[in-house]
């Protein structure tokens, strides 16, 4: 088994009375990306804190492959992070910014390679207060890659963006950790995304972990399927499609509970009854497990 770059064990916190991160414990590995998901008010940006170093555990561990890194106000050593709306100076330049971090942080990172890989290197020159929210966006995660970090940690970093810039910083984030082999932790709401971009995913609920594991053997389960097909598919060859029945709602459409190979199985049968669907959904799997919880 691959060692994991870091490992969080039993986290725990609590904000007077309420008790938001209630012994959360996973691991994050290279060339990984994993979705945090749950309801508002679950425990995932207190979690993305609590690894910021913004507020300190109650209670857990940290353990990483750097052994020197021991606590979480250290971890900022190998990690970038992406915390909530980020900020910067509006009267400065993108280039300026960064390169006013850069100071702080030390490091020798190419600004201009930084910008280029976000998609700003055309407004490196541009005062951020004139950059739209896609834009800062990006400037956010380049100001998150700007020491080269092993473990990259993204707050909703897709929250109101235009489908093109989303699809941008997907695409960017794939390429960070099958290209680069960093851990990516990363939370949104918007579950198709996740399920699309991530390799495992930890679903929070009151604080506590609800689910967690890989979505490829989630995927392998059985989850409702339709098929829709432009004209309802007559009786008799509905006979032959064992499991299968009509959608409650749409004449048109048929619906059943598979796995993959079963979906596939399915197609076959209905092309040689005659029948082509011209689209076929599968529902959703991070947003039926989330459904488990809010319902």
Known sequence: MVEPLIQVSDISLTY???????????????????????????????????????VKPDSGTLSTSNAS?????????????FIEAPSFYTYLT?????????????????????????????????????????????????QALINNPDLLVLDEPFHGLDPEVKLFLMELIRKLAR??????????????????????????????VHLTGQLSEFQKQRQKVTFWFSDPVPDASLQGLQGVTRHGQWPNALQASLGITETTDVLKLCSDLGHYPYKVERENLLHSKYMEIAE
Not at 117 to 135: D, I, P, Q, R, T
Not at 190 to 203: G, N, R, V, Y
């Open 16 to 54: 007077g009375d309420q008790q938001v991160v209630d012994r959360v414990s996973f691991s994050l590995q290279r060339g990984r990306i994993m979705a945090l998901i749950g309801p508002n008010g679950a425990g995932k940006s207190s979690t993305m804190r609590i690894l910021a170093g913004l």
């Open 179 to 208: 290209e680069q082999q960093k851990a990516i932790l990363v939370s949104s709401h918007q579950l198709h995304d996740m399920e699309e971009l991530a390799d495992d995913f930890m679903l929070l609920h009151q604080g506590k």
């Open 94 to 142: 993108a280039s300026q910014n960064l390169q006013l971090l850069l100071k702080i942080k030390g490091g020798n990172a190419s600004i201009s390679s930084l910008l280029a890989m976000v998609g700003l290197k055309n407004a490196a020159h541009k005062k951020v207060g004139h950059f739209s929210k896609g834009m800062k966006q990006r400037l956010g995660i380049a």
């Open 69 to 81: 890194i021991k606590t979480f106000h250290a971890l900022n050593r190998m990690a970038g992070f």
